[in-house]
Structure formats: C-alpha cells, structure tokens
C-alpha cells in the first residue's frame, strides 16, 4: 500500500504540471510578447512531450527497470519546475516544459505498471486507481495554488510554475525506499531470490505459488523462455485490440474538451466569464468526489460494471447537452449542471478504469510495451481532440459536437458489453491465461 502511495504521488505532479500553465498563460504571452502561433505552441508543447514520452516510455521501464524510470520522472518533474520558473529566455522555457511532458508521458505508462506489479490481486484496482485519483487531486491543487500565488504580483507566474519543485523533490527522495518489481527482477534479471523478498512482503501466504506463476508466464507451451518478442508478434492481438479502443473511447467520450474548454463552452450556453469560471471549479471537485468513490469500490464490483454504469451515463448526460444547444433554452446553468453530471460519470467509469485495465491486460513479458500503447493512444487522441474541438465547436456548433460525442458513447456501451472482460480479484498471470491468451 505504502509502495502504492509513493508511486502514485507521480500521478499527482502529472496533474499538476498539466493544469498548473493554465493560471499562467496570459502573463507568459505577455511577458515575451508572445504572437499567436508562438503562444499556441507554448501552452501545447508540454503535451507534445507527454505524446513522445508515453511512446517511448516501455523502453526505460523495460531496460532500467521500473523504479529507476521513475527516477527519471521525478528528475524531470524537478528540473521542468525549476527551469521553467527561472528561465531567462522563451526558448529555455519550451525546452523544460517539454521536458515536463516527457516525464508526464512516462509517467503514464511506468506507475501503472508499476502499481499493477507489487499489488495484491484483490486490491489492485484500487491501488493503480489511486494514480488517477492523484492525477485528478494534483489538478485541483493546482487551480488552488494559481489563485492564492496570483496574488503576488507580476511575477507570481514564475512562482506558480515553481512551487512544483517541493512535490518533486519529496517524490525523488522517497522513491529510494521502495524496492523493484519483482515481475521485472524476474522476467528481466531473473533476480529469483531478490523477488521472492518482496513477494513475501505483498503476498506472504502464497508467495511461493505467486513465484511459480510469474516464472510460467515466461515459458512457451513446450517450457522455453520466451524469446524477446515484439507486441505486434500476433499473439497479443486481442489485448492491444482491447487497450486501443479502451483509450480511443476514454477521448471520443470528449472530456478533454470539456476539461480544457469548459470557460468556453458555458460563454457558449450564455453564461457571463465570471459564472463560467465558477461553474469550471464545480467541476473540478465533483471529478475529485466520484473518482474517489470510483477506487474505493472498483474492486468490490469490478471494472465492466463501473463502465456499463459510466456508458449509460455518459449518453444521457452529452445528449441533454446536445439538445440543450439544439433547443437553445439554455435555461440559467443547465448546461453547467448537465455537464457536472457527465464528469460524474466519467470520474466514476473511465477515469477510474482505464490506468487500471491497460495495465492488467497484457502478459509480463509486454506488459510495458502494451502500456506504452495504450497510453500513447490515450495521449493521441487527447491532442486531437484539443486541438480540433474548438474549430468543429464554431462550424456545427454544440448541437452535433455534443451529439457525435454521445454517439461515440452508444458504440462503447456496445465494446464495454459485448467484448470488454472483467479482471477483478484475478492475478495478473490468472488474466492471462484465462481471458487475454485464449
């Protein structure tokens, strides 16, 4: 659990240092008056290295081993924070932003995997969930710290961007106490002994058994190890079918654009600036609330229960948006309360879910690889819908914007359904030999 925590702390900066330039953007722009392709590319660089990290994130957490990638994170987390509050150039400033977005992007894909690989089976979805219970608290604290440094003076966003250094530091300094993956000590280093003492430490009656299981994992059907093999091999066409549309339907469902853009899309339903913004920290707190409701029960009552839940109340919540637009009777904050009700669902289903599942479904041996793809997916996907929501906003309008998200929506209910397995309470080995590989 402890290990958990830790880990998970890496979740909590990836939200912050996502959040954290929204309170800062006007005052850079000004400060190196920036042009508008200039800007654009300011606010959008720290996720083009998340892309390029979450891509090739498998490679250290493979090669190095978990624990020292998130070395890596942490390090980058420090020095982003810390370049970008004192940077003395607008060059210095892109470089270590984008080197923020590298560390948000591995982080994407190590601490999952991680979290997946020292929890009990009976408690993973839980402990992997508390990354993105992190990533949603460490978006929220970072509203609040823009605020309060807001007040500082002309150069609070120096500050604001800086205050970071603190979580980073203590998140480097504790990563020192915990101990590797014992999945990747054994498949990776076949560090046998030094695995079965940290298995002994998270599953004390059945370490033993749990040892034997991991050491199959790595033989073929005739008892050879498996050779180094490449995801695509076409033996793992289900998982990677799975984790792709997994992560394409987390982005269809529109919730970065409604994340990024909420201010917007309430002026749009008429609302003045200063309710828009209020309305924007509501949603904040209710994706706080239901994301902890979320991992406090995902693993009583599993994964494709939390998502056929979400599904249906994903639709009905972007459709009496979509219709709400169509009618245009706005009616005072009806969209801001539909669209509470939306995060609600998504918080409870996918938000919960995805960091979780990804990280279950593939076997050991890929495990990373699979994540590094799931997450590069995720991260892809976010992008383009970013980029693309406000210009589809402006020439179809709210109307067939929100209803194309709803219709996204009916075609995950149908995956989640039909084709979506359930992993609860099952062993990472038990998942793949008895849902994933046949």
Same mark, same amino acid.
């Given at each position: 659990?402890?290990?958990?925590?830790?880990?998970?702390?890496?979740?909590?900066?990836?939200?912050?240092?996502?959040?954290?330039?929204?309170?800062?953007?006007?005052?850079?722009?000004?400060?190196?008056?920036?042009?508008?392709?200039?800007?654009?590319?300011?606010?959008?660089?720290?996720?083009?290295?998340?892309?390029?990290?979450?891509?090739?994130?498998?490679?250290?957490?493979?090669?190095?081993?978990?624990?020292?990638?998130?070395?890596?994170?942490?390090?980058?987390?420090?020095?982003?924070?810390?370049?970008?509050?004192?940077?003395?150039?607008?060059?210095?400033?892109?470089?270590?932003?984008?080197?923020?977005?590298?560390?948000?992007?591995?982080?994407?894909?190590?601490?999952?995997?991680?979290?997946?690989?020292?929890?009990?089976?009976?408690?993973?979805?839980?402990?992997?969930?508390?990354?993105?219970?992190?990533?949603?608290?460490?978006?929220?604290?970072?509203?609040?710290?823009?605020?309060?440094?807001?007040?500082?003076?002309?150069?609070?966003?120096?500050?604001?961007?800086?205050?970071?250094?603190?979580?980073?530091?203590?998140?480097?300094?504790?990563?020192?106490?915990?101990?590797?993956?014992?999945?990747?000590?054994?498949?990776?280093?076949?560090?046998?002994?030094?695995?079965?003492?940290?298995?002994?430490?998270?599953?004390?009656?059945?370490?033993?058994?749990?040892?034997?299981?991991?050491?199959?994992?790595?033989?073929?059907?005739?008892?050879?190890?498996?050779?180094?093999?490449?995801?695509?091999?076409?033996?793992?066409?289900?998982?990677?079918?799975?984790?792709?549309?997994?992560?394409?339907?987390?982005?269809?469902?529109?919730?970065?654009?409604?994340?990024?853009?909420?201010?917007?899309?309430?002026?749009?339903?008429?609302?003045?600036?200063?309710?828009?913004?209020?309305?924007?920290?509501?949603?904040?707190?209710?994706?706080?609330?239901?994301?902890?409701?979320?991992?406090?029960?995902?693993?009583?009552?599993? *994964?494709?229960?939390?998502?056929?839940? =979400? &599904?249906?109340?994903?639709?009905?919540?972007?459709? #009496?948006? !979509? %219709?709400? @637009?169509?009618?245009?009777?706005?009616?005072?904050?009806?969209?801001?309360?539909?669209?509470?009700?939306?995060?609600?669902?998504?918080?409870?289903?996918?938000?919960?879910?995805?960091?979780?599942?990804?990280?279950?479904?593939?076997?050991?041996?890929? *495990?990373?690889?699979?994540?590094?793809? =799931? &997450?590069?997916?995720?991260?892809?996907?976010?992008? #383009?819908? !970013? %980029?693309? @929501?406000?210009?589809?906003?402006?020439?179809?309008?709210?109307?067939?914007?929100?209803?194309?998200?709803?219709?996204?929506?009916?075609?995950?209910?149908?995956?989640?359904?039909?084709?979506?397995?359930?992993?609860?309470?099952?062993?990472?080995?038990?998942?793949?030999?008895?849902?994933?590989?046949?």
């Amino acid at each position: 659990m402890a290990w958990s925590m830790v880990v998970a702390l890496g979740g909590f900066l990836f939200g912050f240092d996502t959040a954290v330039i929204s309170g800062a953007e006007k005052s850079i722009q000004q400060f190196w008056q920036l042009s508008v392709f200039e800007h654009g590319l300011t606010i959008s660089i720290a996720l083009i290295g998340t892309v390029i990290g979450s891509m090739l994130g498998s490679r250290p957490s493979d090669h190095f081993g978990r624990k020292n990638t998130l070395y890596f994170v942490a390090i980058a987390y420090l020095l982003s924070s810390l370049g970008t509050a004192f940077a003395d150039n607008w060059y210095m400033f892109l470089a270590f932003r984008f080197l923020g977005g590298l560390g948000v992007g591995t982080s994407s894909v190590t601490a999952p995997i991680y979290i997946s690989e020292v929890s009990p089976a009976d408690r993973r979805g839980r402990l992997v969930g508390l990354f993105q219970f992190n990533v949603v608290l460490g978006i929220l604290i970072s509203y609040l710290s823009n605020y309060l440094i807001s007040q500082v003076g002309e150069t609070s966003w120096r500050w604001m961007l800086g205050v970071q250094a603190f979580p980073s530091l203590i998140f480097l300094i504790l990563i020192r106490f915990i101990p590797e993956s014992p999945r990747w000590l054994i498949l990776k280093k076949q560090a046998t002994e030094k695995a079965l003492e940290i298995l002994r430490i998270i599953n004390p009656l059945n370490c033993d058994q749990e040892l034997i299981s991991i050491q199959n994992s790595s033989l073929d059907s005739e008892g050879n190890r498996h050779q180094k093999e490449s995801i695509f091999s076409g033996h793992y066409s289900k998982p990677i079918v799975l984790a792709m549309l997994f992560a394409f339907f987390n982005q269809v469902s529109g919730i970065n654009a409604i994340i990024y853009y909420a201010p917007r899309i309430f002026e749009m339903a008429g609302l003045g600036a200063h309710s828009s913004l209020l309305s924007t920290v509501g949603i904040g707190m209710v994706n706080f609330i239901f994301t902890l409701l979320a991992i406090n029960i995902i693993d009583r009552v599993g *994964r494709k229960l939390l998502m056929l839940i =979400g &599904s249906v109340g994903l639709i009905c919540s972007l459709l #009496l948006v !979509a %219709f709400t @637009f169509y009618s245009g009777h706005f009616n005072g904050f009806a969209i801001p309360l539909y669209m509470m009700v939306f995060i609600a669902f998504f918080a409870f289903s996918q938000g919960a879910v995805i960091w979780v599942f990804i990280s279950e479904i593939f076997p050991n041996q890929v *495990r990373a690889q699979g994540q590094t793809l =799931g &997450s590069s997916t995720h991260w892809v996907m976010a992008a #383009l819908i !970013a %980029f693309s @929501f406000p210009y589809f906003a402006e020439t179809l309008g709210g109307a067939t914007t929100f209803f194309f998200f709803a219709s996204m929506m009916v075609l995950q209910l149908i995956f989640v359904w039909r084709w979506m397995p359930e992993t609860k309470g099952k062993s990472l080995e038990q998942i793949e030999t008895t849902i994933i590989m046949h």
